[in-house]
């Protein structure tokens, strides 16, 4: 039975800060940012905006999309580690604002930037479960990545959420039943109770990130259907790869490490190896990056950011191809997984529009920005969410949906 991924959606903040200009405010030469981590731009969140409201924006858009009446989702999965309290889960508010029925398993996950795969697994699953039963979840990856000012981290900020349908028409992305993971306990990333900026021991997160691929790539190679040869490579089975993606450049360095797995049994060497790599990132990773270039980390939702901008711009392209999709969750949990872009994939997720639609901001707006974090209130002219973070009243989150005249 064919499981996988109906529709998405992606939704970001409307305001944009460009990196160029961080760069200069902190006194950096500009090519670092842009060259060393291949960073252009990153989107801020309004006071108006927290996870509830990203999520919520584009799960709106994914049910839309999918034309699936909200009382047909039967799970609603909200990844994240941008909580926003410790009890209540964010998924409980998205349901309220999406107005999902009553017969739903609801609940949020939470593993640092895995939890999305966590979810997409898990509602698979479910989905496989019913057996001919018409079952339908929805499934949404949503962050706010914050580090501090001035921090090595801060370049690689940035806010967004992913919503995606799970269901037996896949009509975006049909997911392979098999998966590699790799787990271990490792300090790299993490964000204490009450801290609001995470915490990250930068370059060891780096290690981890490509020890985590290393192992759950190599399980996955022994798990492909049907099965590899002696020292055949599994990425001449796979059109295009996408990674989790904090900052573009350590996708290239995942893409080097991965091909020097999976090419270690072929005669290639030296210089044709270093070719070989240069352009398998040109022709299979690069193009799917130019989105995640102008948004930034969006944590649990990037690799999902990077799916849906690649399905948007090239899905007809790839039509009968598969993709390889890595996941990395810091502390820490990986999965290397595949799927097959179906043929008469459309996938619209607003991805072009939305960044199209941005309103630029300076340095000393967005360290204000930075310094109200999400109090709530009015939402910014040029606003292009559809519900807004209104504060905390008598110690309780409020929210409500924007008139359809101020939603996109
Ligand atoms: N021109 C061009 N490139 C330049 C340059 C210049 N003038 N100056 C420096 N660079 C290059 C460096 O050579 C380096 O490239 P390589 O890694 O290819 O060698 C790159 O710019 C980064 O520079 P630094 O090595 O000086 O590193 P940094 O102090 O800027 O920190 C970082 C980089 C560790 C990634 C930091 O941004 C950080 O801590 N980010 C947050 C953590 C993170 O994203 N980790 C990723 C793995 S964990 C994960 O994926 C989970 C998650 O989402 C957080």
Redesign the pocket.
């Given at each position: 039975m064919s499981v996988g991924i109906e529709q998405l959606a992606v939704y970001v903040p409307p305001s944009v800060l460009s990196l160029d200009e961080l760069a200069a405010a902190r006194g950096?030469?500009p090519?670092?940012f842009?060259?060393?981590?291949g960073v252009r731009e990153m989107a801020i969140a309004p006071p108006c905006e927290d996870v509830v409201t990203l999520a919520a924006s584009a799960g709106a858009r994914a049910l839309r999309a999918s034309r699936v009446d909200p009382g047909d989702i039967g799970m609603l999965l909200v990844a994240t580690e941008t909580g926003v309290d410790h009890a209540k889960p964010v998924s409980i508010f998205v349901h309220e604002l999406l107005g999902i029925g009553r017969q739903c398993r609801v609940y949020e996950l939470k593993h640092?930037?895995y939890a999305g795969t966590a979810a997409l697994m898990s509602a698979a699953d479910w989905v496989r479960a019913g057996g001919t039963r018409p079952r339908r979840a929805l499934v949404i990856a949503a962050d706010i990545?914050r580090?501090a000012i001035g921090?090595?981290?801060?370049?690689?900020q940035g806010a967004g959420a992913v919503a995606m349908v799970i269901g037996r028409e896949p009509w975006s992305l049909v997911l392979g039943e098999e998966s590699g993971t790799y787990a271990g306990n490792v300090y790299?990333?993490w964000r204490p109770l009450g801290r609001r900026e995470?915490l990250?021991?930068?370059?060891y997160?780096?290690e981890?990130?490509l020890e985590a691929l290393a192992g759950a790539f190599r399980a996955y190679r022994t798990l492909e259907r049907p099965a590899l040869g002696t020292d055949e490579p599994l990425s001449g089975r796979l059109a295009r790869f996408l990674y989790?993606?904090?900052?573009p450049?350590?996708a290239?360095?995942a893409h080097r490490r991965l091909l020097e797995i999976d090419w270690s049994g072929t005669t290639l060497a030296g210089d044709r190896l270093e070719e070989a790599i240069v352009a398998s990132y040109r022709d299979a990773v690069a193009p799917g990056l130019e989105a995640v270039a102008r948004v930034g980390?969006t944590?649990t939702a990037?690799l999902y950011l990077c799916l849906a901008a690649l399905l948007e711009r090239e899905g007809p392209r790839l039509a009968g191809q598969r993709l390889g999709l890595f996941s990395?969750?810091?502390g820490c949990c990986a999965e290397f997984f595949t799927g097959l872009v179906p043929s008469g994939v459309a996938v619209q997720a607003g991805v072009a529009e939305l960044l199209r639609e941005r309103t630029t901001i300076d340095v000393a707006t967005y360290e204000r920005l930075v310094r109200e974090g999400d109090s709530g209130g009015e939402p910014p002219p040029g606003f292009t969410g559809e519900f807004v973070f209104r504060g905390v009243r008598d110690e309780r989150r409020e929210y409500a949906r924007l008139a359809p005249a101020l939603a996109a």
């Open positions: 950096v030469p090519e670092k842009r060259e060393g981590l640092a930037c990545a580090y921090s090595p981290g801060e370049p690689t790299d990333f995470a990250v021991d930068g370059k997160s780096v981890c990130y989790h993606t904090p900052f450049k350590m290239a360095k980390n944590y990037s990395y969750g810091s």
